[in-house]
């Protein structure tokens, strides 16, 4: 059995992206080591010069002297690939060490990553986040946790100082919550945007529908949250890829559908972001298929 996890314990933390970067920086700030990893040169540079990290120059060198190794990396394949891979983590892992994977991975795909660690005696814990760029860098995502409840328990600390911490269920279950969330996160957005392209055609001013909502049981997460900071400055600079939500939405509609479940405003919404996604690339920011519906107005007349 591990014991709780406690600076200044070794951390090693792979994917150091829009999020990963400031995830890791936060255990540093904490008083945990890091042994920092990620396919960009750039990006593990450009990390490594204003947070005092290791840079093993492999992913083996990095699990070679780390009890708890995080990945933070665009999808499960991915995740998969540097845990079992050839020269992977897990070829070099020592005996009792945990794996926290908080990217948003395929629910279904992390119980079978897990099962394939747990012959090789690694626990995994699932420990997908929501909140966006500015919470992961003032600490505050909100962390949905799956996996042995004890083992959870062991790494509540480390994960608590980068947001608040939430045991979703058994492994699997953080990755399941996470899907369904932006889901729902995505849905907001679509409807309030259809909402208010309707409203503008007819003559309302976008900011006054945006307050009148706010005060009213129309608003949600995108006319209080989004609408405000992104959309109506148009600065469109969310930080999440439009990318990473077209699949956030297909891996919720991989569960939706494995347990037989209502599917249509899924399936629309993640059609939705598979069509802006096809339009302006998989590195637009998420929150510009509100000008991708302004678009096709438009485009009807
Ligand atoms: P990102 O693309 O900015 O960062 C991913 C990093 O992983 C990059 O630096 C990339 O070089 C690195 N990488 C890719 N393949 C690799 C490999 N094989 N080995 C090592 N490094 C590799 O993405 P992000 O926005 O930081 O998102 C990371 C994860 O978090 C995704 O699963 C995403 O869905 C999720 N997420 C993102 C946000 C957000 O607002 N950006 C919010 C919540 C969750």
């Given at each position: 059995m591990a014991s709780k996890i406690a600076p200044p314990e070794k951390i090693g933390f792979i994917g150091l992206g829009n999020m990963g970067g400031p995830m890791a920086r936060r255990l540093a700030g904490a008083g945990y080591k890091l042994a920092v990893f990620d396919a960009s040169k750039e990006a593990a540079e450009k990390f490594a010069a204003d947070t005092p990290c290791e840079t093993p120059a492999t992913l083996a060198d990095l699990a070679r002297d780390c009890r708890v190794v995080v990945t933070m990396l665009p999808d499960g394949y991915i995740v998969r690939n540097v845990l079992?891979?050839?020269?992977?983590v897990a070829s070099a892992l020592a005996k009792d060490s945990i794996l926290i994977d908080m990217?948003?991975?395929?629910p279904v795909g992390t119980r079978e990553t897990a099962a394939e660690l747990a012959k090789l005696g690694f626990p995994l814990i699932d420990a997908p986040v929501s909140g966006g760029v500015r919470k992961a860098i003032d600490g505050t995502l909100a962390i949905m946790a799956g996996g042995d409840a004890a083992l959870i328990e062991d790494c509540r600390d480390l994960l608590s100082t980068m947001g608040k911490v939430f045991?979703?269920?058994?492994?699997?279950c953080g990755h399941a919550m996470k899907s369904l969330n932006n889901f729902l996160s995505a849905s907001n957005l679509a409807t309030a945007a259809e909402a208010v392209i309707a409203g503008q055609r007819f003559g309302l001013d976008p900011k006054v529908m945006i307050e009148i909502l706010n005060a009213s049981t129309g608003k949600n997460s995108a006319t209080e949250?989004?609408?405000?900071?992104?959309i109506l400055t148009r600065?469109?600079?969310?930080?999440?890829f439009m990318g990473l939500m077209a699949k956030d939405l297909r891996l919720a509609l991989e569960l939706a559908e494995s347990t037989g479940s209502p599917s249509k405003l899924l399936s629309d919404t993640k059609d939705l972001w598979e069509a802006a996604e096809e339009k302006y690339g998989f590195k637009s920011d998420s929150v510009e298929v509100v000008r991708f519906l302004e678009e096709l107005a438009d485009s009807d007349g």
């Open positions: 079992l891979g050839e020269h992977g990217s948003s991975s395929s045991v979703a269920g058994g492994v699997g949250g989004k609408y405000p900071v992104f600065t469109f600079n969310s930080g999440f």
